[in-house]
């Protein structure tokens, strides 16, 4: 019973989720379309088109930044789960560092490593 209320809730909020990005989109329609209305002669209208595609083109930018951002957090939890398990090989082989557990390794919150891979990547992108 747990299990069918799970998945009708699961499928309530995609649904959800879909209308909500249509509904945006479609804000977005109706803010163009009565934006492009309110224009008035031809110099203003180029013009402001002009700007228009500019600040349209700026947005997308910004959109594609976020992915990008989303993307690097993502690569970098990855290798550094991926550091921590060679470092917690080579401490099994008898090397440096003395820790012989991955555990011991991680005993950082999940939350802190995500702060401290958020700030690499902020230091990253500013220079």
């Not at 209320?5 to 879909?18: A, D, G, I, P, V």
């Not at 977005?28 to 379309?33: M, P």
């Not at 550091?83 to 011991?104: C, H, K």
Request: charged share 30%; net charge positive; hydrophobic share 40%.
């Amino acid at each position: 019973e747990k299990e069918i209320w799970n998945r009708e809730r699961l499928s309530l909020q995609k649904s959800l989720k879909q209308a909500d990005a249509e509904l945006s989109k479609l804000r977005a329609e109706l803010r163009s379309e009565a934006f492009l209305r309110e224009l008035g002669s031809d110099t203003e209208n180029a013009v402001l088109r002009r700007i228009y595609g500019k600040y349209l083109r700026a947005e997308s930018f910004r959109k594609a930044l976020i992915y990008q951002k989303k993307y690097l957090l993502l690569l970098l939890g990855g290798f550094q789960e991926c550091e921590e398990a060679t470092l917690a090989l080579i401490a099994r082989m008898g090397g440096q560092p003395s820790y012989t557990d991955l555990e011991i390794i991680t005993q950082h919150s999940r939350g802190f490593t995500r702060f401290r891979s958020a700030v690499r990547v902020s230091i990253a992108i500013s220079r």
